[in-house]
């Protein structure tokens, strides 16, 4: 069973870049066939998906955020990361890392972890 953990800080100024990064056990982020996902949600909204890295290192984003949130892996780490640039309180969520069978699913999830974006 796929094991998917999040870290990063909880709390980040405005202005400033968050990286969060998912650590993948039991599995590896090179396996075909899977897409490894990050997705948000703010308070009281709804899930919005940010982007996504594949097994074989491509990389697709969500049109509305691609210029802030590049997805970039470290193989030998096992983990992929979320960066997120020019935060504002509007980026305020809990961020979640996932697993699916292909590009757009959800199979598997992490705990998730909050982000505060505050002065």
């Known amino acids: 069973q796929v094991q998917l953990q999040e870290s990063g800080p909880g709390l980040v100024k405005p202005s400033q870049t968050l990286s969060l990064t998912c650590t993948v056990s039991v599995g590896s982020i090179t396996t075909n066939y899977y897409f490894w996902s990050w997705i948000l949600q703010p308070p009281g909204k709804g899930l919005e998906w940010v982007g996504a890295?594949?097994?074989?290192?491509?990389?697709y984003y969500s049109p509305s955020l691609k210029s802030r949130t590049p997805v970039t892996r470290d193989t030998s780490k096992n983990q992929f990361t979320l960066q997120l640039r020019s935060v504002t309180p509007e980026d305020t969520a809990v961020y979640c890392c996932t697993r699916g069978h292909e590009l757009g699913t959800n199979d598997d999830w992490g705990q998730g972890t909050q982000v505060t974006v505050s002065a």
């Open positions: 890295i594949a097994y074989s290192g491509s990389t």
